[in-house]
């Protein structure tokens, strides 16, 4: 297939660009605007993979990408974190309602065969009991949340409206190699491997549905090749976990001291938890291959050998993000 992946210089893209060049002989072209979770260096081992520089949100650099047409357009193009979307929502509204808003007029455009929106299971809000189908209502907490669930309304609405085959993919919690360190998992990992605080918020028993990136990957994969158009598709990981005990496990795979877990000020609007049920995918012949315990000690092994990777982005704007999120909560 010839695919245009937007977002593809991201953590879930650059590991999914990956995987379809490696394992099925993709021709891929990635559009990305390169902001600071974007990064060339995540493609570093694809040469031949194309990047063209741009906003999805810009509609001359979408046609750009597209160029002589694509078979498919996969968009992981977002702003993403919460705590972000939180402290300056402005980019989250621009790059996730207008940015998907133009990818989408520009598959009309292009008549691409399928556009797939990779979206999360934040947009059904949070869940104490139970887990969530593909027909719980949409409930969103932040305006990261919140700016996703109206992505996914517009992509429907565009497969209804005009007969897009337009298919969407609810992930949940993703870790794994390149993913910048501003989520959990990394932070906590490089903040370990430095003897730096680990900051947990409030009582740290909120649960997040883990999922290995690879794992989101392949069903990503299998959507794109067998879902039918119109209809979204959870893909849940195998295992939950509260944040707390994530914790706990990166202090003993990383050897650090136990001391320097530090509870901090809880996340305004914080999600309790977090679960999908995903037999919709399953019945597509998904499965996920990677449990918790295993993803977490690759992926902590990955961050060990990949001081290369994160030594740049630690120096960087990453150091004042750093403090203006943590600096008054830590003590
Ligand atoms: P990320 O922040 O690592 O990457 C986002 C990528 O989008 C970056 O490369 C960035 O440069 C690019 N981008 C941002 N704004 C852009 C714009 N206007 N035009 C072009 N490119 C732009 O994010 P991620 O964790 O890889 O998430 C990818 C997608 O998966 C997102 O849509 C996110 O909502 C979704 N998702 C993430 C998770 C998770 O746990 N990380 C879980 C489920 C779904
Ligand atoms: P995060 O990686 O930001 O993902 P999301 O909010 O999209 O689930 O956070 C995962 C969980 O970890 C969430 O409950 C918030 C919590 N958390 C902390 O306790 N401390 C931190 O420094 C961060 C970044 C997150």
Redesign the pocket.
């Known amino acids: 297939m010839r695919l245009l992946v937007c977002g593809g210089a991201g953590f879930i893209g650059s590991n999914f660009v990956r995987l379809r060049v490696r394992d099925h002989g993709d021709e891929v072209v990635v559009l990305d605007k390169l902001t600071y979770a974007g990064r060339r260096e995540n493609l570093a081992d694809l040469p031949e993979v194309p990047l063209v520089v741009g906003d999805i949100a810009d509609r001359e650099a979408v046609d750009e990408a597209i160029g002589d047409g694509v078979d498919a357009i996969v968009n992981f193009a977002a702003e993403t974190?919460?705590?972000r979307s939180i402290a300056e929502p402005d980019a989250f509204i621009t790059t996730n309602g207008q940015g998907t808003y133009q990818l989408l007029e520009a598959a009309r455009r292009h008549e691409v065969e399928r556009y797939v929106q990779i979206s999360t299971d934040?947009v059904y809000g949070s869940i104490e009991v139970g887990s969530f189908t593909e027909e719980s209502p949409i409930v969103p907490s932040s305006p990261y949340s919140a700016s996703k669930a109206g992505a996914d309304l517009l992509v429907l609405s565009y497969f209804h409206t005009y007969g897009l085959p337009a298919l969407i993919c609810r992930g949940s919690?993703n870790y794994g190699p390149y993913q910048y360190p501003?989520?959990?998992i990394p932070?906590m990992i490089l903040n370990a491997l430095h003897g730096d605080p680990l900051?947990?918020?409030g009582d740290?028993m909120?649960v997040?549905n883990w999922l290995y990136v690879e794992d989101f990957g392949r069903g990503i994969g299998h959507v794109l090749a067998h879902g039918t158009p119109g209809e979204v598709y959870n893909v849940g990981g195998p295992d939950e976990c509260p944040?707390i005990e994530v914790v706990k496990r990166i202090v003993e795979l990383t050897g650090a001291d136990p001391s320097i877990i530090e509870y901090v000020a809880d996340?305004p609007g914080?999600d309790r938890r977090y679960s999908l049920a995903s037999e919709k995918i399953r019945a597509l012949g998904w499965e996920a291959q990677v449990r918790f315990e295993e993803g977490l000690e690759r992926t902590v092994q990955w961050y060990r050998e990949r001081r290369d990777w994160w030594e740049p982005i630690r120096s960087g704007e990453y150091r004042e993000y750093y403090e203006r999120q943590y600096g008054r909560r830590l003590s």
């Open positions: 974190h919460v705590d934040e919690n501003e989520k959990l932070l900051p947990v918020y740290g909120q997040r944040n996340r914080h």
